[in-house]
């Protein structure tokens, strides 16, 4: 016989370094699922001569890989549904060989569960192709033939398979592409007309499925593998599928998990009840939790409580376990008289009350007696003598074993202290788990839940219940919250910051309204929630929440260059500043906006007192400084700006001057203010004086600036006359 | 205290190395509040006799035990090291998490991996490549288990309940077993040993069902008698036999 190239651990080792390959960069599949293909072939095709052990050894390791690939989540869903369609094929000739070996089978059928919504979703877009969809019915045909008779791993891995078939093939949820999966593949999708596909029949096929599936939860005898398994794949279902909710619901309430459970129950059969028990139940508790308003939140509730009562009847010897041994101290009385040889006449119990948690004075710690008056009776008012004649006479007659018990008792108090001691030092016995982590965890929102917990601890608590052995004072006083630590100005300032930031955000995020409606004069400002009901707010903020209650420095009113305080309004005015620049063109009515809100605002400072501090100049001349260096010669944003903007003053037309400088800007610049001319009566000598400063400065300026000022200087062109007779000697020409 | 201490949990315990025999793996992982005391505890033991492993915590937080009951140390999973617990805590208080065992814990935990993880952030299936330090992390590359053990019922209760949040897209077959673990240092070793003892033995099935001969599968019929999966029950039940202090529960739930 010939020896292979290859042994099957250097095969497999090379086929780990390929796997290593595509789990680093999921873009390999394609070309390493290629060349992987031919080596775990089933027929063996690449090696014939390789053992039959060797050939199952690499089917096992191509099955799993397959199933791997075809589960993984760092592969995109249209690349998976690429590549599937090159592995049915095998996929087929693997499931339908009668002798495959199981692990083959198992993971051959997960694959399949995998890859079936992605075929199906191939089919409903690409009718044309037959072959796949018929290798995939085959496929199908065997993994429902093999479901009764397989291996128990098997047969559960058929049920996953029934479950992806029923959730492909039940109408689902609205294909919404915004919301949920965008693979997501369901009956609805499929067109009426599919030459492959019949909704009716698919869907009738699903429900037979569907049957089959619960049909376990109807068997005498159930396997706890397969109907956890169902169990467990069912939620999905449940969830997703409402229209079958209802019927899978249905079946699982007339389930009884513990039906097998009649004793004597061997240990791997209380394993099972115990186990199908509690899968049930957590299933049906994560319904309600998920939906309390469901129609059958009454009857689960009903059953989760039924169930849990009979299974702690059946369990309860068993849990009883839990509980630490017995203390044998030797001072139990019942021990002590089988020890002792003849036995002593009955000695009445004396019962010695251990401590109630807390600190104890050393006169309760002796104290042996539980009734209240006597308790209350103070000794040291009796005569002395009188106390030793008692004393004596009780000794006398007291029962030596009383006597014995009460000393007993009073050393288990003893006990007791030091054990609330030893208990903090220990710290291979100290409880690691903070249990306050109940944040995920609802206990009190299910009755059962917490009845469970109260006997899980029922359970390990000691059995007798009179040693109480508790942290010294834990017991719940009034507790106050102390007030949260007093907050600095800065931070205060830095918290407004990101409110402020988030308005922002919030901002940019809405859309700009698609068309203005003219609210009236009446309207409430703030009231309809869109960009501009935030851009109010913000501008409001900024100017009025704190205004008259900023410092002034000195007695200067307007302070125009000195240090600004940084107030939540100077923050605000800043993050505005900047938002208006990021998009100049655009935001410029936000820029008006705000500063005839800073205009009025000063306005209304300046008539309740006399020493305000006021914002508007400032801020103008900010905003337009910002903008002036962008600006393009076509630009209509600052004749817009000039002309909105509530107040000019002669620092502002000073800007607009300096910009002749550029010639590109003078046209600009002089159609600015030729606008305010025409358009601001009450700014119109203040602009005119502009132009004429313009005309005086930039020489480039000079024709233009001449132009407007014939017009609308009166007396003007006379003295452009003269001086023209002037310039014309020194040989500049001013063509008016 | 010394004495105390020396007696206490972790580092101290030799670590059960066993050689590697090779042949079929299970993989597990395990699962406890914190991802601190005992599933790392059982994360070393598992890694140290050769399985593939990897461990989470299903608490919202980290909490360790602080100077009182009301004065919990708390951190952030997938985002603190054990190690940078390890120097927060020791510059604290030394004395005080030395004579509680958090530092010698959190020594051991830091030897095994970088940090605790939350379970309902494993995105499962993922490869954890990244992970190639981890102690047992050869085998679990490709980011799945087929066993997880949780320490507590209601881990077990969190990690089958996110299961049915996940949908189960993956198809993967997963045992998860809870064996009830006090959380202490004391506690956590000898839980620690039960859970070995019971992936040994799942193991032991485990791979006999893959060295049964191929030829002698009928598609199922004689096969059937020794089936890994159907075995687990009879598995568990006869550990808990061993381990009545270990209270176990199971199910077969999908990733």
Request: proline content about 6%; hydrophobic content about 40%; some cysteine.
């Given at each position: 016989?010939?020896?292979?190239?290859l042994?099957?651990?250097?095969?497999?080792?090379?086929?780990?370094?390929?796997?290593?390959?595509?789990?680093?960069?999921?873009?390999?599949?394609?070309?390493?699922?290629q060349?992987?293909?031919?080596?775990?072939?089933?027929?063996?095709?690449?090696e014939?001569?390789?053992?039959e052990?060797?050939?199952?050894?690499?089917r096992?390791?191509g099955?799993?890989?397959?199933?791997?690939?075809?589960?993984?989540?760092s592969?995109?869903?249209?690349?998976?549904?690429?590549l599937?369609?090159?592995?049915?094929?095998?996929?087929?000739?693997?499931?339908?060989?009668?002798?495959?070996d199981?692990?083959?089978?198992?993971?051959?059928?997960?694959?399949?569960?995998?890859?079936?919504?992605?075929?199906?979703?191939?089919?409903?877009?690409?009718?044309?192709?037959?072959?796949?969809?018929?290798?995939?019915?085959?496929?199908?045909?065997?993994?429902?033939?093999?479901?009764?008779?397989?291996a128990?791993?098997?047969?559960?891995?058929?049920?996953?398979?029934?479950?992806?078939?029923?959730?492909?093939?039940?109408?689902g949820?609205?294909?919404?592409?915004?919301r949920?999966?965008p693979?997501?593949?369901?009956?609805?999708?499929?067109?009426?007309?599919?030459?492959?596909l019949?909704?009716?029949?698919?869907?009738?096929?699903?429900?037979?499925?569907?049957?089959?599936?619960?049909?376990?939860?109807?068997?005498?005898?159930?396997?706890?593998?397969?109907?956890?398994?169902?169990?467990?794949?069912?939620?999905?279902l449940?969830?997703?599928?409402?229209?079958?909710?209802?019927r899978?619901?249905?079946?699982?309430?007339?389930?009884?998990?513990?039906k097998?459970?009649n004793?004597?129950?061997?240990?791997?059969?209380?394993?099972?009840?115990?186990?199908?028990?509690?899968?049930?139940r957590?299933?049906?508790?994560?319904?309600?939790?998920?939906?309390?308003?469901?129609?059958?939140?009454?009857?689960?509730?009903?059953?989760?409580?039924?169930?849990?009562?009979?299974?702690?009847?059946?369990?309860?010897?068993?849990?009883?376990?839990?509980?630490?041994?017995?203390?044998?101290?030797?001072?139990?009385?019942?021990?002590?008289?089988k020890?002792?040889?003849?036995?002593?006449?009955?000695?009445?119990?004396f019962?010695?009350?251990?401590?109630?948690?807390?600190?104890?004075?050393?006169?309760?710690?002796?104290?042996?007696?539980?009734?209240?008056?006597?308790?209350a009776?103070?000794?040291?008012?009796?005569?002395?003598?009188?106390?030793?004649?008692?004393?004596?006479?009780?000794?006398?007659?007291?029962?030596?074993d009383?006597?014995?018990?009460?000393v007993?008792?009073?050393?288990?108090?003893?006990d007791?202290?030091?054990?609330v001691q030893?208990?903090?030092?220990?710290?291979?016995?100290?409880p690691l788990?903070?249990?306050?982590?109940?944040?995920?965890?609802?206990?009190d929102?299910?009755?059962?839940?917490?009845?469970?917990?109260?006997?899980?601890k029922l359970?390990?608590?000691?059995?007798?219940?009179?040693?109480?052995?508790?942290a010294p004072?834990m017991?719940?006083?009034?507790?106050?919250l102390?007030p949260?630590?007093?907050?600095?100005?800065?931070?205060?300032?830095?918290?407004?910051?990101?409110?402020?930031?988030?308005v922002?955000g919030?901002?940019q995020?809405?859309?700009?309204?698609?068309?203005?409606?003219?609210?009236?004069?009446n309207?409430?400002?703030?009231?309809?929630?869109?960009?501009?009901d935030?851009?109010?707010?913000?501008?409001?903020?900024?100017?009025?929440?704190?205004?008259g209650?900023e410092?002034?420095?000195?007695?200067i009113?307007?302070?125009?260059?000195?240090?600004v305080?940084?107030?939540?309004?100077?923050?605000?005015?800043?993050s505005?500043?900047?938002?208006v620049l990021?998009?100049?063109?655009k935001?410029i009515?936000?820029?008006?906006?705000w500063?005839?809100?800073?205009w009025y605002?000063?306005?209304?400072?300046?008539?309740?007192?006399?020493?305000a501090?006021?914002?508007?100049?400032?801020?103008?001349?900010?905003?337009?400084?910002?903008?002036?260096?962008?600006?393009?010669?076509?630009?209509?944003?600052?004749?817009?700006?000039l002309?909105?903007?509530?107040?000019?003053?002669?620092?502002?037309?000073?800007?607009?001057?300096a910009?002749?400088?550029?010639?590109?800007?003078?046209?600009?610049?002089?159609t600015s203010?030729?606008?305010?001319v025409?358009?601001?009566?009450?700014?119109r000598?203040?602009?005119?004086?502009?132009?004429?400063?313009?005309?005086?400065?930039?020489?480039?300026?000079?024709?233009?600036a001449?132009?407007?000022?014939?017009?609308?200087r009166?007396g003007?062109?006379e003295?452009?006359?003269?001086g023209?007779?002037?310039?014309?000697?020194?040989?500049v020409?001013?063509p008016? | 205290?010394?004495?105390i201490?020396?007696?206490?949990?972790?580092?101290?315990?030799?670590?059960?190395?066993?050689?590697?025999?090779?042949?079929f793996?299970?993989?597990?992982?395990?699962?406890c509040?914190?991802?601190?005391?005992?599933?790392?505890?059982?994360?070393?033991?598992?890694?140290?006799?050769?399985?593939?492993?990897?461990?989470?915590?299903?608490?919202?937080?980290?909490?360790l035990?602080?100077?009182?009951?009301?004065?919990?140390?708390?951190?952030?999973?997938?985002?603190?090291?054990?190690?940078?617990?390890?120097?927060?805590?020791?510059?604290?208080?030394?004395?005080?998490y030395t004579?509680?065992?958090?530092?010698?814990?959190?020594?051991?935990?830091r030897?095994?991996k970088?940090g605790?993880?939350?379970w309902?952030?494993?995105?499962?299936?993922?490869?954890?490549?990244?992970?190639?330090?981890?102690?047992?992390?050869?085998?679990?590359?490709?980011?799945?288990?087929?066993?997880?053990?949780?320490?507590?019922?209601?881990?077990?209760?969190?990690v089958?309940?996110?299961l049915?949040?996940?949908?189960?897209?993956?198809?993967?077959?997963?045992?998860?077993i809870?064996?009830?673990?006090?959380?202490?240092h004391?506690?956590?070793?000898?839980g620690?040993?039960?859970?070995l003892?019971?992936?040994?033995s799942l193991?032991k099935?485990?791979?006999?069902?893959?060295?049964?001969s191929?030829?002698?599968f009928?598609?199922?019929?004689?096969?059937?008698?020794?089936?890994?999966?159907?075995?687990?029950?009879?598995?568990?039940?006869e550990?808990?036999?061993?381990?009545?202090?270990?209270?176990?529960?199971?199910?077969?739930?999908?990733?």
């Amino acid at each position: 016989m010939a020896t292979p190239a290859l042994s099957v651990e250097q095969q497999i080792k090379l086929l780990e370094d390929a796997r290593t390959l595509v789990l680093n960069d999921a873009n390999y599949y394609q070309q390493i699922l290629q060349g992987i293909l031919p080596i775990i072939d089933p027929v063996g095709r690449a090696e014939p001569q390789r053992s039959e052990a060797g050939k199952v050894e690499l089917r096992r390791w191509g099955a799993d890989f397959l199933a791997e690939t075809f589960a993984s989540p760092s592969v995109q869903a249209q690349q998976k549904e690429t590549l599937c369609l090159i592995i049915l094929e095998m996929l087929k000739t693997m499931i339908e060989n009668p002798s495959e070996d199981n692990a083959v089978i198992k993971s051959v059928v997960q694959t399949a569960a995998s890859i079936y919504p992605l075929v199906f979703r191939w089919i409903i877009n690409n009718s044309y192709d037959t072959s796949t969809w018929e290798r995939m019915q085959a496929i199908k045909t065997r993994i429902l033939r093999i479901w009764d008779t397989a291996a128990a791993g098997v047969r559960m891995c058929c049920i996953k398979f029934a479950q992806r078939v029923v959730l492909a093939q039940t109408v689902g949820p609205d294909a919404d592409p915004r919301r949920g999966d965008p693979m997501e593949v369901n009956l609805g999708m499929v067109p009426l007309n599919h030459p492959l596909l019949t909704p009716r029949n698919l869907e009738a096929e699903a429900s037979g499925l569907l049957d089959r599936m619960l049909s376990i939860f109807q068997e005498s005898i159930s396997d706890a593998v397969l109907v956890d398994a169902t169990l467990n794949s069912l939620s999905i279902l449940i969830r997703t599928r409402p229209q079958v909710a209802n019927r899978i619901l249905n079946v699982i309430l007339n389930f009884n998990p513990l039906k097998q459970a009649n004793s004597p129950m061997t240990p791997k059969l209380r394993v099972m009840v115990k186990s199908m028990e509690k899968t049930t139940r957590l299933l049906l508790v994560d319904v309600n939790k998920r939906d309390p308003q469901n129609p059958l939140a009454g009857r689960i509730q009903q059953y989760v409580e039924r169930m849990m009562r009979s299974r702690n009847e059946i369990f309860d010897e068993a849990s009883r376990k839990r509980g630490p041994p017995e203390p044998t101290n030797g001072l139990d009385a019942a021990k002590r008289q089988k020890l002792g040889g003849p036995v002593p006449a009955p000695v009445p119990k004396f019962h010695v009350p251990p401590l109630a948690p807390g600190p104890h004075t050393i006169a309760q710690l002796f104290t042996v007696t539980t009734d209240e008056g006597l308790k209350a009776f103070d000794v040291s008012l009796l005569n002395e003598d009188l106390v030793v004649k008692i004393g004596i006479s009780i000794l006398q007659k007291l029962n030596a074993d009383t006597l014995k018990q009460a000393v007993g008792g009073i050393r288990q108090r003893y006990d007791s202290l030091k054990a609330v001691q030893l208990e903090v030092l220990n710290p291979a016995t100290a409880p690691l788990g903070i249990e306050e982590d109940d944040d995920e965890y609802e206990p009190d929102f299910y009755g059962a839940e917490d009845t469970e917990q109260i006997l899980n601890k029922l359970d390990s608590a000691p059995s007798i219940v009179e040693k109480v052995i508790e942290a010294p004072d834990m017991a719940p006083t009034s507790f106050v919250l102390p007030p949260p630590p007093a907050m600095t100005t800065e931070e205060v300032a830095q918290i407004g910051q990101g409110t402020v930031t988030r308005v922002f955000g919030v901002m940019q995020t809405l859309e700009e309204p698609a068309k203005k409606t003219k609210a009236g004069l009446n309207r409430l400002a703030a009231s309809s929630c869109d960009r501009d009901d935030w851009i109010t707010i913000i501008t409001r903020l900024a100017t009025r929440s704190v205004a008259g209650l900023e410092e002034l420095d000195g007695n200067i009113k307007p302070e125009v260059n000195s240090v600004v305080p940084a107030s939540l309004s100077n923050t605000i005015r800043e993050s505005l500043h900047l938002y208006v620049l990021e998009d100049f063109r655009k935001r410029i009515d936000i820029a008006v906006a705000w500063l005839c809100e800073e205009w009025y605002n000063d306005k209304v400072q300046m008539k309740l007192g006399e020493e305000a501090v006021l914002h508007y100049e400032r801020w103008v001349v900010k905003v337009l400084d910002g903008i002036l260096p962008y600006l393009d010669g076509r630009d209509k944003v600052l004749t817009r700006f000039l002309s909105e903007i509530p107040s000019l003053s002669l620092e502002v037309l000073g800007r607009v001057k300096a910009l002749c400088r550029d010639p590109a800007m003078v046209n600009l610049a002089l159609t600015s203010l030729l606008y305010l001319v025409m358009m601001r009566p009450p700014v119109r000598e203040v602009a005119l004086d502009a132009v004429e400063d313009i005309w005086d400065t930039y020489d480039d300026a000079k024709p233009i600036a001449a132009k407007y000022l014939t017009k609308w200087r009166p007396g003007f062109a006379e003295r452009l006359k003269e001086g023209g007779e002037e310039k014309k000697t020194n040989g500049v020409a001013v063509p008016v | 205290m010394a004495q105390i201490q020396s007696k206490g949990a972790n580092g101290t315990a030799p670590g059960g190395q066993r050689t590697d025999e090779g042949g079929f793996k299970l993989k597990f992982c395990t699962v406890c509040a914190s991802n601190n005391n005992r599933s790392m505890e059982s994360h070393l033991r598992l890694a140290a006799a050769n399985y593939p492993v990897i461990s989470f915590g299903t608490g919202s937080l980290v909490r360790l035990p602080g100077p009182s009951i009301t004065q919990p140390n708390v951190y952030q999973f997938n985002k603190t090291s054990y190690d940078s617990m390890y120097k927060e805590l020791d510059a604290k208080d030394h004395r005080l998490y030395t004579a509680n065992g958090i530092l010698n814990m959190l020594g051991r935990n830091r030897d095994v991996k970088w940090g605790p993880e939350r379970w309902q952030d494993w995105r499962v299936g993922v490869p954890r490549l990244e992970h190639a330090k981890d102690q047992g992390s050869q085998g679990v590359e490709g980011g799945v288990v087929d066993v997880v053990i949780t320490c507590e019922e209601r881990c077990w209760d969190a990690v089958v309940d996110d299961l049915f949040n996940r949908g189960s897209p993956l198809n993967r077959p997963v045992h998860v077993i809870n064996v009830d673990i006090k959380d202490n240092h004391e506690e956590a070793l000898v839980g620690g040993r039960g859970i070995l003892d019971l992936a040994d033995s799942l193991n032991k099935a485990a791979a006999e069902e893959r060295n049964l001969s191929p030829t002698a599968f009928d598609s199922g019929h004689t096969a059937s008698r020794a089936n890994f999966d159907e075995r687990v029950p009879e598995i568990i039940g006869e550990w808990q036999e061993r381990w009545p202090s270990l209270p176990a529960v199971w199910t077969l739930a999908w990733f």
